[in-house]
Each structure stands twice: as C-alpha cells, then as structure tokens.
C-alpha cells in the first residue's frame, strides 16, 4: 500500500515542458477556435487538443522524446514546430520548462505551393550550455525570410482572386440589368 502511495506522489512531481499559447489569423490577428493541436511523439500521433473560443491551448511534454506539434484546420494552411527533448536530463535544473508558442495560419487557396510549410516553421531542442530548451535562430531567422517571401506571393494571389471575383460580380450585374429599347 505504501508502494503504491509513493508511486502516485513522485508521478505528480515529474518533470514536465508545458506548451501553450494563442493561434491567430494571420491579416487580422484573431483568435482561431476549432484548430486542432496534434502531439506527435516518436513519430506517432498521441494527442489531438483544439483551441478555445479565443484561439488558446495548451499542451504538456515529456523528457525523452522528439515531438512534432501540429496546427491544423481544414480551412487552413497547417504548420508545425518541431521540439527535441531527447536530451533533456532525468533531473534537470527545475520542475518544469514554459514554452509560449504563437501561431499565425492562413487560407488554403487552390493551386499555390505551400510546400515551405511542410518543414517546421520552428525548432528546438535541448542546449547543455544553457541547460535549457532552445529554439534554433538560425534556422527561425532563414524560415522568417522564406515565409515573408512565400507570404508576399500568397498575398499577391488573394489581391488577384478578388480582383477576378469582382470582376465576375460586375459582370453578373450587367447581364442582369433591364435594358431599355427606344
């Protein structure tokens, strides 16, 4: 009995990476709600949250393990950040680590490469020299540059779908106009 009581104690004192933040759009800045959030550890899907009303969620890591954190929607253009806790001590330095995550996601629109975002958009990993979990700059800073290109193209695209549609509209409301024979 008393086995089992220290058993159920030290699980409740076990290290653990608590992942949260907020999933926006990306022109307005919204709150995204109903976005999945994916927890793929070792290669294997194990959890699937959504965010709240306001595009919040929060998720929790173990030591041990290199994960993939998914952002999904069907709408939308999914992404993902990669996190290497391989490397994280069995008795690191404190309780737990906080990793505030943002998320922009976007439109999916018909016949535009999005392949960028089939790599991560953020990784990292655990550094000894800090003793800490690290996001990679290096590889953020050349992902931000390829995302602000890809973004200005998207951006482009969306301008000429709205010019084509309301070209359409106005067309639609020519053929509908009465004309008058004199």
């Known amino acids: 009995m008393a086995v089992a009581f220290l058993a159920v104690g030290s699980t409740s004192d076990a290290f ?3 992942m949260h933040g907020l999933v ?3 022109f307005s800045g919204d709150g995204l709600k109903q976005v999945q959030v994916r927890l793929v550890k070792d290669s294997v899907e194990r959890e699937t949250k959504f965010t709240d009303g306001k595009g919040e969620y929060e998720i929790y890591l173990e030591r041990g393990y290199d994960y993939q954190v998914w952002f999904y929607r069907k709408d939308l253009v999914p992404k993902y950040v990669r996190i290497d806790a391989r490397d994280v001590p069995l008795f690191p330095d404190v309780p737990f680590y906080d990793m505030d995550v943002q998320v922009t996601l976007f439109t999916f629109i018909e016949k535009f490469d999005f392949e960028l975002f089939d790599m991560p958009v953020g990784m990292a990993s655990y550094k000894h020299s800090v003793r800490n979990l690290s996001w990679d700059i290096e590889y953020t800073e050349r992902m931000r540059g390829e995302t602000a290109r890809v973004m200005v193209l998207y ?3 969306i301008g000429e779908m709205q010019k084509a549609k ?3 509209q106005a067309a639609a409301r020519r053929k509908k106009r009465k004309r008058a024979y004199f």
Do not use: F, K
């Open 155 to 157: 951006e482009r695209a």
């Open 24 to 26: 926006s759009e990306y």
């Open 166 to 168: 309301l070209a359409q």
């Open 16 to 18: 653990y990476i608590r």
